[in-house]
């Protein structure tokens, strides 16, 4: 059992950027894969991007890829998501999750979410 904090969502323009932050604590960290996953009101939570453990391989959405970049700090037990290029239906709660791979259920350990706007 890890616990997760997502902090760094907020309200921006089309074309701008956010970095996300999800503070992990445990001792353990750096023996876990991470993911970030989205999810609009009323929508499936959806894949967003995954990191190995040493942070050496990477895999991101088809919708995010060369915008979206995942990194980790295994020192600050923390993982990042820095978000560029935003886009409107880049809109929903971002999720932080410990697992690797593209599907939900290979997750667990999931934060509590923070909110990302992107305006017209």
């Known amino acids: 059992q890890v616990q997760l904090d997502e902090s760094g969502g907020g309200l921006v323009q089309t074309g701008g950027s956010l970095r996300l932050t999800c503070a992990a604590s445990g001792r353990t960290f750096s023996s876990y894969a991470m993911g970030w996953f989205r999810q609009a009101p009323g929508k499936e939570r959806e894949f967003v991007a995954t990191i190995t453990r040493s942070g050496g391989s990477t895999v991101y959405a088809d919708s995010v890829k060369g915008r979206f970049t995942i990194s980790r700090d295994n020192v600050k037990n923390t993982v990042y998501l820095q978000m560029n290029s935003l886009k409107p239906e880049d809109t929903a709660v971002y999720y932080c999750?410990?697992?690797?791979?593209?599907?939900?259920?290979?997750?667990?350990?999931w934060g509590q979410g923070t909110q990302v706007t992107v305006s017209s």
């Open positions: 999750a410990r697992g690797w791979g593209t599907s939900v259920a290979a997750f667990g350990s």
